[in-house]
């Protein structure tokens, strides 16, 4: 069988394919001797031409009609859900989400698209009386300019679309590189996005590596603003060199999110939660719960159930139907895995279950979800994001001792709490520093509609989606006007 050769999308077109380019196989983690497709790498040049096109297209595209910005987010977004099944295959084949979850962020990436074009007809400004007479005063937001949207591995989709809608929305143009792990939900994305009526170089996708593609965009003094998700030295870098430039950023980087289970707490309820917040997209999520404080009355039921429940998960090929946790993402991720595995009993935590891959044939990279007790808060499996389905229980004597256990964090991005107790629910959603707060729900899994982002060395800069999206995507002009 011949594998297509697909490429970047540069100025309104997909770009040519030369011969002796440099080649990216994208491979199926439940059978990385599959090759899904292949594509052609873009390099700093072409990433430089993209730059240029949608610089050359900004003026007009700020000043473009609302409408006309509405009708292509409504198509995308309308085609995006009527293909769901579809691309919701090709996500599972690349990054090894399971169909049921790779479903769900289809349908999230489908429906952002949509909040977005009714949002681009909500044209907002403010009017205020000025302290001088016969001037009144005018505040309204202008678009941001040229975006530099850089997307991780873990929502090969969904995160791509809660960047690119708002910025097409707000009157800005997009460089997008997504990750080379899953490029053929960008691609498919971006094939979409180019038959929307966007004008040429509005919207630019490099399928490339971050030391050319992406140090380009950061590095460029043409692009105003980069929103990245990804891990948090590479945000600390974009933070740096973004400080050098003077460019706004919207970064969104790690998490070690703890899930609280008092003693009051539905124990059935306090599993559930944990076993999705934990274990479910293979534990490959930011909002993952990584930490589960428990306090003592209910500590032991909680491990035995969740042990129970933890060993009895299915893990295997993301396409089966009978699947619940598919394969780690690649071989450098499951040997980050194994080897916190190895540091979590060198320093003394005890495994119940898991922490193993599981041998096969295809070499599929499966990893049965690790349970770890006994664990103690200077623990590197306690502190540090581990981006795989390994969960540390900490035992704690009361909700005092949970609170300041799950506050002993340099992160902030979302916090649960599993209770029955009315008073220590409304003071964790209060008194959390994480920027997301759930209670009696898993601390990953969030709506499109409203904000998502941390604190600490989770986010920095405005938040993402929902209306709250404009204030990273837009600049705020005030106009003075003598009457
Ligand atoms: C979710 O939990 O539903 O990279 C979304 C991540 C986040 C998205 C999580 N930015 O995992």
């Known amino acids: 069988m011949t594998i297509a050769i697909k490429s970047s999308f540069v100025d309104g077109a997909f770009v040519d394919l030369d011969s002796g380019a440099d080649i990216l196989e994208n491979r199926n983690p439940s059978n990385p001797g ?49 293909r769901r099944e579809e691309l919701a295959a090709l996500l599972a084949r690349e990054e090894g989400k399971i169909v049921r979850e790779a479903l769900g962020e289809v349908d999230r990436a489908g429906r952002s698209f949509k909040f977005y074009a009714q949002e681009a007809l909500r044209a907002e400004g403010e009017k205020y009386q000025s302290v001088r007479q016969d001037v009144g005063i005018d505040v309204f937001t202008q678009p941001l300019g040229v975006i530099g949207i850089i997307a991780p591995w873990n929502f090969p989709i969904a995160i791509p679309a809660w960047k690119i809608a708002p910025a097409l929305c707000y009157g800005n143009c997009v ?61 600390r870098q974009i933070a740096k060199l973004a400080a050098d430039g003077m460019k706004k950023v919207q970064l ?29 997209s293979t534990g490959q999520r930011c909002t993952a719960s990584s930490r589960v404080i428990v306090t003592e009355g209910i500590h032991d039921a909680f491990v035995t159930r969740l042990a129970k429940r933890t060993r009895a998960l299915k893990v295997g090929d993301a396409l089966q139907d009978t699947t619940d946790i598919g394969p780690v993402v690649d071989g450098r991720q499951l040997e980050q895995n194994l080897s916190y595995v190895a540091s979590g009993r060198e320093q003394g935590a005890k495994l119940v279950c898991g922490g193993e891959r599981i041998e096969n044939e295809a070499g599929a990279y499966f990893f049965k979800p690790a349970l770890f007790t006994e664990v103690t808060p200077e623990m590197r499996i306690y502190r540090e994001e581990i981006f795989g389905p390994v969960l540390s229980v900490l035992k704690v004597r009361d909700y005092d001792e949970a609170f300041a256990a799950a506050e002993d964090t340099a992160f902030g991005l979302s916090a649960g709490i599993v209770t029955t107790c009315l008073r220590h629910a409304e003071h964790f959603k209060r008194n959390s520093s994480a920027g997301m707060v759930m209670v009696n729900l898993p601390t990953a899994g969030v709506d499109y509609h409203v904000p998502f982002g941390g604190n600490g060395a989770s986010s920095l800069g405005a938040r993402e989606q929902g209306t709250h999206a404009r204030q990273f995507f837009t600049r705020v002009k005030t106009t003075y006007q003598l009457a």
């Open 34 to 82: 599959e090759v899904v497709e292949c594509f052609v790498r873009a390099d700093q040049h072409l990433t430089e031409q993209a730059i240029s096109a949608a610089r050359r297209a900004q003026p007009a595209w700020a000043r473009s009609n609302p409408q006309h910005r509405a009708d292509a987010l409504d198509f995308i977004g309308t085609e995006i859900l009527s």
């Open 175 to 235: 460089v997008f590189k997504p990750a080379e792990l899953v490029p053929s939900s960008a691609w498919a994305l971006a094939e979409i996005i180019s038959r929307s009526g966007l004008p040429g170089g509005v919207f630019n996708m490099l399928i490339g590596p971050g030391r050319s593609v992406g140090d380009t965009i950061i590095r460029s003094p043409e692009i105003d603003g980069i929103s990245f998700t990804g891990s948090e030295n590479t945000g």
């Open 252 to 280: 969104e980087m790690g998490g070690k999110n703890p899930l609280i289970v008092l003693d009051d707490a539905d124990l059935e309820q306090a599993v559930d939660v944990a076993l999705n917040g934990s274990f479910f």
